[in-house]
């Protein structure tokens, strides 16, 4: 018998005598306790979005120029261009071409249209701002509108870890330049431009 063979035959009878030799446990339940809840910070949240709404209700209050929409998502925003003739508004999956800027709630300007430049945005595929995804949602093309978003709308308490930081409330310049509707295909490659 060849010595590889010798040897192979002593380590597979060594391994079968160390596992017989092991004693077999049966395993219990695993017992998943549930997170308890910081109700501190739940009460901070809360009471923190209740003041910036109340800022946000007031800034419309005292805004005799604009006509202000409730959004149904919790902020607010006047147009400044409608387009009467349009009825078409982007749906998951289309490609917007468009233009924002952003500014605090007191108009200090964070990000200029210049700054941003104009962006191509595929519908609810791409990691944008919760009130950003909305708000592109509830215009048509040619249409640009101000929005007045909370900041859990906005960056919430992380903030864009660059000109935006933690609990901003934000007033969001959009423009919708152009829609096109996403094509009815399966599995479909959304490209970048």
């Known amino acids: 018998m060849p010595m590889t063979k010798l040897i192979s035959i002593i380590m597979i009878t060594a391994l079968l005598i160390a596992c017989k030799n092991q004693k077999q446990s049966t395993r219990g339940p695993v017992r998943h306790e549930k997170q308890k809840v910081d109700m501190q910070s739940v009460h901070d949240n809360i009471n923190l979005n209740k003041r910036e709404e109340t800022y946000i209700k007031q800034m419309i209050q005292n805004d005799s120029l604009h006509t202000y929409h409730n959004s149904g998502h919790g902020f607010w925003y006047y147009y400044i261009k409608q387009n009467d003739t349009a009825t078409y508004k982007p ?24 700054e941003i430049g104009q962006k191509t945005y595929w519908v609810d595929h791409e990691n944008y701002f919760r009130g950003f995804r909305t708000a592109v949602k509830l215009l048509k093309e040619g249409e640009q509108a101000v929005f007045l978003l909370p900041s859990n709308a906005g960056y919430g308490y992380h903030g864009d870890e660059n000109k935006i930081g933690t609990n901003i409330p934000l007033k969001l310049n959009l423009k919708i330049i152009k829609i096109k509707k996403q094509e009815k295909q399966k599995n479909k490659n959304y490209e970048k431009n």
């Open 91 to 114: 749906l998951e999956g289309d490609k917007v071409v468009l233009t924002y800027e952003i500014k605090d709630l007191s108009n200090n300007l964070i990000y200029s249209f210049n």
